[in-house]
């Protein structure tokens, strides 16, 4: 396989953050998908042609890409998104030839029809979600990660997952998140994992542990993954207090393997003042005086009298944070509610010679690893180029994880 590029289809693709860490390597998207149901404008799909063309970008709901016709998307090497968190529990019904219904509108099932229907099925995924997945939802822990993995091992595909903070392998921010990597039944490396020494896959062999190493562990769970998706909804880790899925694991063949890892880095960091534009930072992001007591209250440790729906009053306390935040630090997770002038808990505050202020977007994009400005398009406000970057991941993850997938294939699968 002479340096030839694998592609990639990528969905959910907000504003290119795959992408960008993707196509530093041997990958090139060919075809692209970005739609946010709830708004007129498409303001990502707006920044994401801007940036890399409206060629071979949809800018419609997946559901009904899938629907009409699955061959819509192109025939590539590599699927990947960050899909959003939702409830993946599965009904039966009876209309449905093949027993099992998703949710409506669960973009997870959008995913697994692309996987199941189309002809020339992708041979690697590569997908990202908000940790909480591996122990949601809180009454049976774990179950959505079990019907996800379940779905997949149905579908022909070995997968290995880890839970990465950004920040432990030196990138700006504090950010975590979990990562997938899924190898169809036909390809070199599949074969490989099964056969592997299961611990070393995890720690030292396999693609994540390449691209992100950690200690070694010698300790592993095994969970057989048991019955049908409905089965698993109604059933899996039914008294459960804790969820069984750890921050690394991965699932063969209906296996699941699974160990804490911790990260082992002690290369460069960067921290938040690495990332800070000062001397250019103009006057609406600094703190208004009048705003100073609101912003340290709500940063503040406090106890609260709440009402419950039923009447019910409680107290609810909430620790002090840092405030303003360090610069000594890498940055706490960016939220999408962190641009605009109003007070908040959750927006980071600087210290700067000029006073206490807001992190500008380009700020916000290096804490992402994007490049200055990627955001930036008329129409486009800072509260929504913010927003953008609270949704966003961390370019560098992708990268060191898309560098390290491209080595394994190159090695193993002889194309």
């Not at 975590?176 to 720690?203: A, C, D, M, P």
């Not at 969820?243 to 063949?253: A, C, D, E, R, Y």
């Not at 703190?287 to 912003?295: A, L, R, T, V, Y």
């Amino acid at each position: 396989m002479e340096n030839k590029k694998l592609k990639v289809a990528e969905l959910f693709a907000g504003v290119g953050g795959f992408r960008l860490g993707l196509e530093k390597n041997n990958f090139q998207v060919v075809w692209s998908n970005q739609w946010e149901p709830s708004t007129k404008i498409q303001h990502a799909s707006m920044v994401y042609e801007a940036r890399f063309g409206k060629e071979n970008h949809s800018n419609e709901d997946i559901n009904e890409v899938v629907t009409r016709n699955v061959e819509e998307i192109p025939d590539h090497d590599l699927l990947v998104g960050g899909f959003p968190c939702q409830d993946y529990s599965v009904a039966t019904t009876l209309h449905n030839s093949k027993g099992l219904k998703g949710k409506k509108g669960v973009l997870w099932w959008s995913i697994h029809s692309i996987l199941e229907n189309k002809k020339n099925k992708p041979k690697y995924l590569f997908l990202e979600n908000v940790d909480r997945l591996l122990k949601s939802p809180a009454k049976q822990r774990g179950r959505d990660f079990a019907v996800m993995l379940q779905s997949l091992n149905d579908l022909g595909y070995a997968v290995e997952w880890r839970v990465i903070n950004a920040a432990e392998y030196g990138m700006p921010q504090r950010r975590r998140r979990v990562f997938f990597i899924g190898y169809h039944k036909s390809t070199e490396i599949y074969k490989r994992l099964q056969k592997s020494n299961k611990i070393n896959w995890l720690t030292e062999e396999g693609t994540i542990a390449h691209a992100f190493p950690v200690s070694k562990t010698n300790s592993i769970q095994e969970i057989e993954l048991k019955g049908d998706l409905v089965e698993i909804t109604n059933n899996f880790n039914k008294n459960g207090k804790l969820s069984p899925f750890q921050n690394t694991g991965l699932l063969v063949k209906g296996k699941v393997y699974t160990t804490k890892t911790e990260p082992n880095y002690d290369g460069d960091k960067t921290v938040l003042a690495d990332v800070l534009q000062n001397g250019e930072v103009t006057p609406e992001f600094f703190i208004d005086e009048k705003d100073k007591d609101k912003w340290e209250y709500l940063k503040g440790a406090k106890t609260i009298e709440r009402k419950s729906p039923d009447g019910f009053i409680y107290k609810y306390s909430e620790g002090g944070m840092v405030y303003p935040d360090a610069l000594d630090n890498a940055s706490r997770t960016i939220i999408t509610g962190e641009g605009g002038k109003s007070p908040s808990r959750f927006k980071h505050v600087v210290v700067s010679d000029r006073g206490l202020r807001r992190l500008t977007p380009i700020e916000l994009e290096r804490l992402n690893m994007f490049p200055d400005n990627h955001t930036k398009l008329e129409g486009i406000t800072d509260t929504k180029r913010a927003f953008f970057m609270g949704n966003a991941l961390v370019v560098g993850v992708i990268e060191g994880i898309g560098e390290a997938l491209y080595k394994q294939v190159k090695q193993f699968e002889h194309a």
